[in-house]
């Protein structure tokens, strides 16, 4: 059998930055950068212009990575989409991004595959279990994933929303996973979920149960309430099991593979929450020099945290060729992952 590995990264995030106290100054919102600073370790994010969305945020990633991975983009096999922030609720945005790419264009188009995952905070790593498989079971050679979002048009960006809104910025990383004969790539990859929790971090806009599934006025124009509009989170419930699967995740990957933690080089967490993170590598005992973090300029970018990280950590320095990495994803559904790659 063949091993998957990254052979590519790439990372794109809107140029307009969005200090802390824009987000007092420009939008009116009752809060202070002290506030969130001290609580989630944010100090700005990115937000996109109107006309902007997670398609089009992906396709820099994409082409940034694909360059990285030393492939045309026809070399590609299938294409991964985790977003909770879509184009629009159907089709899925990974058609947009095909199509985006150029990849229907020229004499020699290629219909490759666009799926979409749907795991949020956990998306990338859902879809890195997915394109390991389709890689290792010989059916893909390279499988572009993507994780990109564009928050800021659905946060609520008053003082109603504060508690969310102040947490999350767009931007969009991408990998090119790819098939290899060396022993590296990636060794393992662990999922789960627990559906109990899902109503607390969600955003449901409609229930389809409901006829019409969106009240309409007198008009027949959609009314949607803040409530369902917006996304609504228990952030003390979220932080608590946040900490505890993160912990048992990395322990589970350690377990799975007969590795101890110190013999992991990076840790590459899901940017929520710069306080989550640390009392994650207290509690594992992790040297600061091994866990990174940017939460402070983008936020939460939901399913682009750990390609962003990835790709800044290469481009930086800090992620070299031969080392041991970890990725560890937790969020709404709930559900959380790990991954442990040989780089
Ligand atoms: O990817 C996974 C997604 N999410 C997470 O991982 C988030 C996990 N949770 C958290 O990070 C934390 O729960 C938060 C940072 C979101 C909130 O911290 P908290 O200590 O749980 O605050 P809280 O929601 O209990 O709010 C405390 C107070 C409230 O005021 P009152 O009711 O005590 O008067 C909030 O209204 O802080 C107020 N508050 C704010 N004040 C200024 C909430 N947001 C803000 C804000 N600025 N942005």
Avoid at 72 to 101: E, N, R, Y
């Amino acid at each position: 059998m063949q091993n998957a590995y990254i052979s590519g990264t790439g990372f794109y995030v809107p140029p307009r930055v969005v200090t802390n106290d824009d987000l007092r100054t420009q939008y009116g919102i009752d809060t202070t950068h002290d506030w969130i600073h001290k609580r989630t370790g944010i100090e700005s994010r990115r937000f996109a212009d109107e006309g902007i969305g997670s398609s089009d945020l992906a396709v820099h990633a994409s082409v940034d990575a694909i360059a990285a991975a030393g492939i045309d983009k026809k070399d590609l096999d299938m294409i991964l989409f985790a977003t909770l922030s879509p184009d629009h609720c159907f089709p899925g945005s990974g058609v947009f991004l095909q199509q985006k790419l150029g990849l229907c264009d020229g004499d020699s188009p290629k219909f490759v595959p666009a799926m979409d995952i749907r795991n949020q905070c956990s998306g990338f790593l859902y879809g890195l279990t997915t394109a390991r498989a389709m890689v290792t079971s010989g059916q893909c050679k390279h499988v572009l994933l993507v994780g990109a979002e564009t928050h800021s048009a659905a946060l609520d960006l008053s003082t109603r929303g504060r508690t969310v809104s102040s947490l999350f910025g767009d931007g969009a990383g991408a990998v090119v996973v790819s098939a290899t004969t060396e022993d590296r790539g990636i060794r393992g990859t662990w999922l789960g979920a627990d559906g109990r929790f899902a109503l607390n971090l969600c955003q449901k806009v409609w229930d389809i149960k409901k006829r019409p599934f969106i009240p309409m006025n007198a008009e027949g124009v959609g009314q949607v309430t803040p409530e369902n509009a917006w996304a609504q989170m228990d952030g003390k419930i979220v932080f608590k099991h946040a900490v505890e699967k993160m912990c048992l995740a990395v322990m589970q990957s350690c377990w799975e593979l007969q590795i101890e933690l110190k013999d992991i080089d990076l840790f590459c967490f899901h940017q929520a929450n710069m306080r989550i993170n640390q009392y994650v590598a207290q509690q594992l005992n992790l040297p600061d020099e091994k866990v990174v973090h940017n939460i402070q300029r983008y936020g939460n970018t939901t399913a682009a945290t750990i390609p962003i990280l990835l790709a800044e950590s290469e481009r930086n320095g800090k992620l070299k060729r031969g080392m041991k990495v970890a990725m560890v994803a937790f969020g709404s559904g709930f559900t959380w992952g790990s991954a442990v790659c040989d780089w």
